[in-house]
């Protein structure tokens, strides 16, 4: 080996060496950082699990671990017998459901759907005597803004809904949930929309429903009777209407109240229906004369609509000056079942397609 | 075996406090972009049947006024006004479709801030009327008449779309459309045929005096199997329209000729667009049997159907507002609008002369 060769193998050796020196040192540290990098990561770990189990993390279902009896009430719950408030940890300490909702606007703008957390309204109405088909619950907010949402939106995914995508109105995937909302997507709701808010969530983000229903600072709810004070529609030569009050009059017994027992035994009271008739056969609402006998044998239909959509149509001459054919507001004593509230027709002679009940409106077509 | 030590070309701190300077650099570009800025911006606030003609006046404005933005937002027409007084937006332009909302949500009101009415004049500027507007896909697109329409609205099999009226004028004026509708073809069942059993509360008529007082319930669902279709704008019909799920719909003409749908036109009688049956189209009142919003009584008289606009009180840029708002009256808005079907009141009608910007006052006068 010539000796310029030595020299450079030897440089080239050093040059190694201290290449492989500061390599061996560059292992030596790691393996020192490594030493206490992995204990000091698993510390981080744990603290940061203990953190996350400190702040109530986790989604649906669970509760916070103590409900705060303190603080400002958020909502009133009114049913018809009884009412409940409740302060946001109140609330959050009922059992929650989280989905997606968004909205369409009535302009076709599509707010995508985001994680709702909150309280579904159907269990909130549980808790004041719960609903019915004949209930509404009505929503209210803080400024006034109210919706009344019937028991088919909340029980049986009566909303429409729209693709997120295309704004096309499509079904939805699974069962829509109607929910007091008090947290998006983890987050308390702010105060521009809450802290509380209406949201019809889904447990995927394929649908969104119209804005209008989407209430913000929600503050109230109010389960009601459908149509408590009720009265039914009347059309005829002139126009009328049955109050809950007018039939009451009408139907005691020193007045005008009638009644009949079906083939079950049960005793059906009310009102006489060819004497509802008479209030807008003609002009004379009341007293005698007010009924038309005379136009009555001639025969016109008269037509019962329900709070179901359902017509049936009876002829005036099958029903003319029959007392026991009757609209009828009681059943042995008491109240009719809801499914029949507030009138059902009754009557011998009456088949049971043609005693409907949930009577909403009554034409007499005598013009 | 090669063995290479590499020595950075330029060092690890030089390398960031170069990066740092350039980062720097760019802030401060972005921002006196935005700060050094001239761009303006106007907000507009419209009724949803104005979204087509809006939507162009909006870019014609913006392409004539060079650094200004226009920012648009349509609602239904309570709605629209609701943004301005109950949920706190500063709009600059606010336009309904119907002029009679705007005294008792805009000047019968006060913002908390000023103790002052949100307006004090409007400009009535379009006007509009109720049609039939079908579906090119029904069977129906030849049938329809103006004399045979109600009765075929009365068959199972037809199925028509309305909006809901609780949330969209167009709804409620189709009521009143078909109650004064029993007096033009002299059928006194004619509201109850065409609506009786399609939804589960009904919709019912009252009188009081010479007025029938149509009541809406409190909910409204289309029974099961009904052939009403139900909406909550009635924008939302014109697709199903197209698409053929609905044979008919009650909508505005402008919409129905913007989205070249055929309309059976109805008699002046009852379309709510004749100016000479005023009178007669007052006989008629929609009641809704729920308050949806807290400042607005829920009962509506029928009318003329009448567009306005104003400038509320706390307009961000009043200025521009009014640029905008004489530009909508100047020939070239006016052209934009008839292009779109949107038809004009010729002159555009003032309420208060004297409390509206001389913009305005100018831009009403000249259109003559």
């Known amino acids: ?367 | 075996m090669r063995w290479s030590l590499r020595r950075p070309s330029i060092s690890g701190a030089a390398a960031l406090r170069g990066a740092a300077a350039l980062a720097i650099l760019l802030c401060l570009a972005v921002l006196a972009c935005g700060c050094g800025s001239d761009r303006r911006q106007v907000k507009l606030i419209y009724a949803g049947s104005l979204i087509v003609p809006f939507d162009k006046l909006a870019a014609a404005f913006e392409q004539q006024h060079p650094g200004v933005d226009v920012l648009t937002e349509s609602h239904g027409s309570i709605q629209v006004l609701r943004h301005v007084t109950e949920l706190g937006d500063r709009m600059d332009f606010v336009a309904t479709a119907d002029e009679q909302l705007i005294p008792p949500l805009l000047y019968d009101r006060t913002d908390p801030a000023t103790g002052k009415p949100w307006a004090s004049w409007y400009c009535t500027f379009a006007t509009n009327r109720m049609v039939l507007a079908v579906s090119p896909k029904s069977l129906l697109a030849g049938v329809l008449t103006s004399k045979t329409w109600y009765r075929r609205l009365t068959q199972k099999d037809v199925r028509f779309g309305l909006a809901d009226p609780r949330f969209d004028a167009a709804g409620y004026r189709a009521l009143m459309v078909l109650q004064l509708a029993e007096r033009e073809y002299d059928d006194p069942y004619l509201f109850e045929d065409v609506l009786m059993g399609r939804f589960t509360t009904p919709i019912t008529v009252t009188r009081s005096g010479a007025t029938d007082v149509v009541e809406v319930p409190e909910i409204l669902e289309t029974s099961s199997g009904s052939n009403v279709v139900l909406r909550g704008a009635s924008i939302e019909l014109v697709a199903l329209l197209e698409s053929g799920d609905l044979d008919c719909a009650f909508e505005y003409e402008s919409v129905a000729r913007q989205h070249h749908l055929k309309y059976v036109r109805l008699p002046a009688s009852i379309d709510l667009g004749e100016p000479r049956y005023a009178r007669a189209y007052g006989t008629v009142d929609v009641k809704l049997d729920f308050r949806r919003f807290a400042s607005v009584r829920p009962e509506f008289t029928g009318d003329v159907i009448r567009y306005a606009f104003t400038i509320p009180a706390n307009a961000p840029d009043p200025e521009l507002a009014r640029q905008f708002a004489a530009f909508l009256l100047g020939p070239e808005g006016r052209r934009i609008l008839e292009a779109d079907h949107q038809p004009l009141l010729t002159p555009p009608r003032l309420d208060d002369a004297a409390a509206a910007p001389e913009e305005v006052r100018r831009a009403c006068a000249g259109t003559r």
């Open chain 1, 1 to 367: 080996m010539r000796q310029g060769e030595q020299h450079l193998k030897a440089f080239g050796r050093r040059r190694v060496e201290r290449g492989a020196g500061r390599l061996a040192r560059g292992r030596r540290v790691r393996r020192r950082v490594a030493r206490w990098l992995v204990p000091a990561g698993a510390l981080l770990a744990v603290c940061l699990v203990a953190l996350a189990a400190a702040c109530g993390g986790g989604s649906g279902g669970q509760a916070s671990p103590s409900p705060a009896a303190s603080g400002p009430v958020v909502l009133t719950v009114k049913g018809e017998k009884s009412s409940r408030t409740f302060t946001m940890g109140q609330l959050q300490a009922l059992p929650s459901y989280e989905g997606y909702a968004g909205i369409k606007s009535s302009t076709g703008v599509i707010t995508p759907p985001s994680k709702y957390k909150g309280v579904p309204l159907a269990d909130l109405a549980g808790l004041v005597g719960g609903i019915s088909r004949s209930n509404g619950v009505t929503i209210v907010a803080k400024d006034g803004y109210g919706m009344t949402f019937s028991y088919r939106q909340i029980m049986e995914n009566g909303f429409t809904t729209y693709d997120p995508a295309t704004g096309d109105e499509e079904r939805p995937d699974g069962k829509l949930h109607v929910i007091i909302a008090y947290q998006h997507d983890g987050e308390p709701i702010g105060a521009d929309d809450g802290p509380l808010k209406l949201a019809v969530a889904e447990d995927t983000p394929g649908q969104v429903v119209d804005g209008h229903w989407a209430i913000k600072w929600l503050d109230a709810v109010s389960v009601t009777r459908a149509s408590a004070a009720w009265k039914v529609q009347l059309a005829g030569a002139v126009p009328g209407e049955l109050t809950r009050a007018s039939y009451v009059n009408c139907a005691s017994p020193g007045c005008h109240g009638s009644g009949w027992v079906d083939a079950q035994g049960k005793r059906w009271e009310g009102v006489p229906l060819y004497l509802v008739t008479g209030l807008v056969d003609g002009g004379k609402k009341h007293d005698a004369g007010a009924y038309d006998a005379r136009l009555a044998k001639k025969g016109y239909k008269i037509q019962i609509e329900t709070n179901t959509g359902k017509v049936i149509t009876i002829d005036s001459r099958d029903i003319a000056g029959k007392n026991s054919i009757v609209l009828s507001s009681k059943v042995d004593g008491g109240e009719l079942p809801d499914e029949y509230f507030p009138l059902r027709l009754v009557g011998p002679g009456l088949s049971e397609a043609q005693m409907p009940g949930g009577i909403a409106r009554i034409v007499v077509r005598v013009r």
